[in-house]
Nanobody, 116 residues
Framework: QVQLVESGGGLVQAGGSLRLSCVAS?????MGWFRQAPGKEREFVAV????????NYGGSVKGRFTISGDNDKNTVYLQMNDLQSEDTALYYC????????????WGQGTQVTVSS
C-alpha cells in the first residue's frame, strides 16, 4: 500500500508559474497527475514512467506543463507555466504499481487557483 502526498498548490495570476510536488511512501511503476474542476470530470494531465523515462501529457497542457521526478526519493513534480484561468482545479497525484492505465494509488489533492 503506497500513500501519496501532494503539495505546492496555491493562488497565482494568469501567466504565472507554479510547481507541484508529490511524495510516495513506496516504489511505483509510474506516477502522474490528474485534475478536476467544479462541475467537470477528472482530467488526465501528465504521467512519467520511471524505468523508461516515458512521458505523456493531456492535450490542454502540452507545451506549458512539464513532469519530472526523482525515483530514488519516490517524488514527482509538475512544473506549470503560463497558467490560465482554465487550469484552476484540484490537482491529484496518482501512481501505478505496474504497467497499464489503471492508477491504484491516489493523493488527497492540492488546490490550484488561477486569477485573471
Amino acid at each position: 500500500q503506497v500513500q501519496l502526498v501532494e503539495s505546492g498548490g496555491g493562488l497565482v495570476q494568469a501567466g504565472g508559474s507554479l510547481r507541484l510536488s508529490c511524495v510516495a511512501s513506496g516504489r511505483t511503476y509510474a506516477m502522474g497527475w490528474f485534475r478536476q474542476a467544479p462541475g467537470k470530470e477528472r482530467e488526465f494531465v501528465a504521467v512519467t514512467v520511471w524505468s523508461s523515462g516515458y512521458t505523456n501529457y493531456g492535450g490542454s497542457v502540452k507545451g506549458r506543463f512539464t513532469i519530472s521526478g526523482d525515483n530514488d526519493k519516490n517524488t514527482v513534480y509538475l512544473q506549470m507555466n503560463d497558467l490560465q484561468s482554465e487550469d484552476t482545479a484540484l490537482y491529484y497525484c496518482a501512481g501505478q504499481r505496474h504497467s497499464g492505465t489503471f492508477y491504484q494509488y491516489w493523493g488527497q489533492g492540492t488546490q490550484v487557483t488561477v486569477s485573471s
